[in-house]
């Protein structure tokens, strides 16, 4: 046994970041934008938002880093706290067959739940960083939670849509 352990046997091992070192820097050291795809892959279509981070990884964006998850955690606050905007990508039941997308911001929630928020990880990032990403979460139409399927057709459709958004959010920002 190691003589030093740096994570809960619990929690995920890693955190893979896509392109972290890929010059894409803007004002203020800040790279430009980060996807966090999170979601069981093992659950069909929990795991969209995990694909939707794989396939953005696929593009090899200069100016997109992305990381996929099973869950958010408070280990992400230091990683977030680099980019000037985020994607939080998620499975939902409750948006009909579009993806939804809405900002949020560290201001709405200040405590710590059962799970971690993405309003959480921003409220943390503003605490501890004293910076304010611009951050939206995307939530994908999610139907089939059975373990071991693919996503279904209707979610893989919908994961197409939020890359898009998120590919024409990326270059509204840069050209603004």
Same mark, same amino acid.
């Given at each position: #046994?190691?003589?030093?352990?740096?994570?809960?046997?619990?929690?995920?091992?890693?955190?893979?970041?896509?392109?972290?070192?890929?010059?894409?820097?803007?004002?203020?050291?800040?790279?430009?934008?980060?996807?966090?795809?999170?979601?069981?892959?093992?659950?069909?279509?929990?795991?969209?938002?995990?694909?939707?981070?794989?396939?953005?990884?696929?593009?090899?964006?200069?100016?997109?880093?992305?990381?996929?998850?099973?869950?958010?955690?408070?280990? #992400?606050?230091?990683?977030?706290?680099?980019?000037?905007?985020?994607?939080?990508?998620?499975?939902?039941?409750?948006?009909?067959?579009?993806?939804?997308?809405? #900002?949020?911001?560290?201001?709405?929630?200040?405590?710590?739940?059962?799970?971690?928020?993405?309003?959480?990880?921003?409220?943390?990032?503003?605490?501890?960083?004293s910076c304010s990403p611009?951050?939206?979460?995307?939530?994908?139409?999610?139907?089939?939670?059975?373990?071991?399927?693919?996503?279904?057709?209707?979610?893989?459709?919908?994961?197409?849509?939020?890359?898009?958004?998120?590919?024409?959010c990326v270059?509204?920002?840069?050209?603004?």
């Amino acid at each position: #046994m190691s003589s030093h352990a740096t994570e809960p046997m619990s929690m995920p091992t890693s955190i893979s970041v896509a392109n972290p070192s890929d010059g894409s820097v803007v004002a203020k050291g800040r790279k430009r934008c980060l996807v966090i795809g999170y979601g069981n892959d093992l659950l069909g279509d929990d795991g969209v938002g995990c694909y939707i981070a794989q396939r953005l990884e696929s593009l090899q964006h200069p100016d997109i880093d992305t990381i996929e998850a099973v869950q958010l955690l408070p280990e #992400m606050v230091e990683t977030i706290s680099r980019y000037r905007q985020i994607f939080f990508v998620d499975a939902a039941i409750d948006t009909g067959d579009h993806v939804s997308m809405t #900002m949020v911001d560290g201001k709405t929630e200040n405590s710590m739940h059962h799970a971690v928020s993405p309003e959480w990880l921003l409220s943390i990032v503003s605490a501890i960083y004293s910076c304010s990403p611009e951050a939206l979460l995307l939530r994908v139409p999610a139907n089939q939670f059975a373990l071991g399927e693919p996503l279904s057709r209707e979610t893989a459709a919908a994961a197409e849509e939020a890359i898009v958004s998120i590919l024409r959010c990326v270059e509204d920002k840069q050209n603004a």
